[in-house]
């Protein structure tokens, strides 16, 4: 299957600073990516939807001030978390996918720890 | 409205067979996804439907009735690297996916 490189998959960072995570397509160009995150011993929930140039769709009581996405290429998508704190600690995961009707496939993960 | 379903936790047997259900209600529908996913790590991708019907892969295979909005994931000569997590979720009219909440599947030996 296509492959989706997650990067990093552990961070730990101070309450207050950013966080940046990025998510590659190596072999397809992903016209959407996707974020979740999941807390431990729930599903996924979808934060939101980018498509490639264009701005990023939050889901309802997403805060799109705090978690920036940038989908600036059909490769790349990154998602910063900015002003983290303890609260934001989570599971963080994307997807990609390169057509409308075709499987997502899912990044390793970001094990982001706020302390 | 959509709403999609599925068990929250099921226990079977190694090398036994187990059978997990997802039932949905949705207007629009462009195909059912079936993913794994294991503790601490991200989905990885099973099956998916469109057409009604039975799809083998492996020790796996993946039902579709279309008309009841019921699908099913079969699991066969079950091993304990099977114990895990699987998230069914249907591609809505806008194809936006939608997610159930996961079966968490026990296996004993």
């Known amino acids: 299957g296509a492959v989706v490189s997650q990067h990093p998959s552990r961070v730990i960072c101070k309450s207050g600073t950013s966080v940046k995570i990025e998510c590659r397509s190596l072999d397809f160009q992903a016209t959407t990516m996707f974020w979740y995150r999941q807390f431990p011993k729930q599903s996924l929930m979808l934060m939101a939807t980018s498509n490639e140039g264009s701005k990023a769709t939050y889901e309802q009581g997403v805060e799109k001030d705090k978690f920036l996405i940038n989908h600036a290429s059909l490769t790349l998508s990154t998602l910063t978390v900015t002003s983290a704190h303890p609260e934001d600690s989570s599971f963080y995961i994307c997807?990609?996918?390169?057509?409308?009707?075709?499987?997502?496939?899912f990044g390793q993960g970001t094990r982001l720890t706020v302390v | 409205g959509q709403n999609i379903d599925q068990p929250t936790e099921m226990t079977a047997t190694e090398g036994a067979i187990v059978q997990i259900n997802c039932t949905y209600q949705t207007s629009g529908f462009n195909g059912l996804f079936w993913y794994q996913q294991h503790a601490g790590e991200a989905p990885t991708f099973l099956s998916y439907n469109v057409l009604d019907g039975l799809e083998e892969k492996g020790r796996f295979s993946s039902f579709l009735s279309r008309s009841k909005g019921y699908s099913y994931l079969l699991l066969k000569e079950l091993q304990m690297k099977d114990s895990a997590s699987y998230l069914c979720a249907f591609m809505d009219s806008n194809y936006q996916l939608i997610w159930g909440a996961g079966t968490k599947l026990i296996i004993k030996p």
């Open positions: 997807s990609a996918r390169g057509g409308l009707d075709t499987e997502a496939f």
